[in-house]
């Protein structure tokens, strides 16, 4: 699960970690009120108007049919309203986002943290996130903040520095110690940023994280070490004991066809192909995908029905695949292990029967537990319903129906 920019620095603020101060408002008048209340707090006419979207770029990007930037300085109560007023409820496009942008429905008005002094604020970058290969958590900083990672990573590979954690005595100090000295850091700003590094791993293990992106993470002219930003995503999995964070969640900023998914305990993810597909295992719907693609065709979402498919379930997955005006067939993949196949045929029916006439073709395939079965009822129900067995012959029938 994503969060905004400013629950994220809420999250890290709990956890000791030093922000970049902001103030959320939905309404260009509510923005001004914040920009007061924060120029009272830091004695200067500056802050910072921030869009906040699930997407990063929002420096570079721009409001669709103008030169707004998402993200833009301000310097007077004026500045911020006409800012604040270009932003909000209009769509922001970012590298990120893709052409069909995302509309902004709140604005962070940030204190400006580029204050002078003795030394030059520098930008670094830093995440924390889980490597799968190594089975642990892995720091990666750079000295190239406020740029992409990906562009670092492609142009100067040898500026990110990793130091991977080992999950049985979890971050060592020498290890904190070790990625601010290789930022080039010293005295104040390295101790710092050792204690920035500690408290923003205890961020990231404590609210279940799958990753903890701050970039850029700011030293400021007089040595304080801070996060400017925060891109945050939560596992999924582990909601269910994190409820004040599953709380923040904003729907407005997902796909409506993936939160009714959601909703009905399906994992469905849209894709820009013509063939909807309803398996049952995340590796079968995979395999299926492929196979689509092989035969010519083009996967128009993934979704998975889990092990216990049943008629509620069927129908709520030609429900949601039929709002996609791309599908033009339908392929339907179970496998009976821990669901017998004639329950799923008996399901496809009922389902098909209470939605009515589907306006594209189905094609079905079971296999396993009482296949023969579920393929007998599907081919007695008199309903526009193709069954398959093997998973060629299946992908050969929905390319088929598709001419």
């Not at 103008?66 to 590298?95: C, F, M, W, Y």
């Not at 582990?238 to 409820?243: C, T, V």
């Not at 079971?366 to 012959?393: D, H, R």
């Amino acid at each position: 699960m994503n969060i905004h920019e400013y629950q994220g620095k809420e999250i890290l603020a709990k956890y000791g970690v030093r922000i970049q101060r902001g103030i959320v408002a939905d309404s260009p008048d509510r923005a001004v009120s914040a920009y007061k209340e924060i120029a009272k707090m830091t004695n200067s006419k500056f802050a910072v108007v921030k869009s906040q979207i699930h997407a990063g770029g929002r420096g570079k990007g721009k409001i669709v049919g103008t030169e707004q930037r998402g993200v833009q300085l301000a310097k007077s109560p004026e500045d911020v309203k006409e800012i604040s007023t270009n932003l909000l409820h209009n769509t922001l496009v970012t590298h990120q986002t893709g052409p069909e942008g995302k509309v902004v429905n709140k604005v962070l008005i940030a204190e400006d943290a580029y204050y002078p002094g003795d030394s030059e604020p520098k930008e670094y970058y830093m995440s924390i996130l889980l490597d799968r290969a190594k089975a642990c958590n892995v720091i990666m900083a750079s000295t190239e903040g406020g740029m992409d990672i990906e562009e670092v990573a492609e142009n100067s590979p040898e500026k990110i520095i990793k130091e991977w954690i080992d999950p049985r005595v979890g971050l060592q100090g020498f290890q904190a110690r070790k990625v601010a000295n290789k930022l080039g850091l010293t005295g104040a700003a390295n101790k710092e940023m050792v204690k920035f590094i500690y408290a923003l791993y205890q961020a990231y293990e404590g609210t279940d994280s799958s990753m903890f992106e701050i970039n850029p993470v700011l030293k400021t002219s007089d040595d304080k070490i801070l996060a400017v930003d925060a891109k945050v995503n939560i596992d999924d999995n582990a909601l269910y004991r994190q409820k004040d964070i599953a709380e923040l969640r904003d729907k407005s900023e997902e796909d409506p066809m993936e939160v009714e998914a959601s909703e009905s305990d399906l994992n469905y993810v849209k894709l820009d192909g013509n063939v909807g597909c309803m398996v049952n295992g995340a590796g079968l719907a995979m395999a299926t995908m492929d196979i689509i693609k092989l035969y010519g065709g083009e996967p128009a979402n993934f979704l998975d029905v889990g092990g216990g498919a049943n008629a509620q379930t069927v129908e709520a997955g030609f429900r949601i695949i039929l709002k996609d005006p791309n599908v033009k067939a339908i392929f339907v993949n179970i496998f009976g292990g821990i669901v017998r196949c004639d329950r799923v045929a008996n399901g496809i029916v009922e389902a098909y029967k209470s939605i009515g006439e589907i306006p594209v073709p189905i094609v079905v395939r079971l296999q396993g537990t009482n296949a023969e079965e579920g393929a007998k009822i599907i081919n007695e129900s008199g309903l526009k319903v193709s069954s398959a067995v093997k998973l060629k012959e299946a992908a050969e029938l929905v390319q088929s129906v598709l001419k």
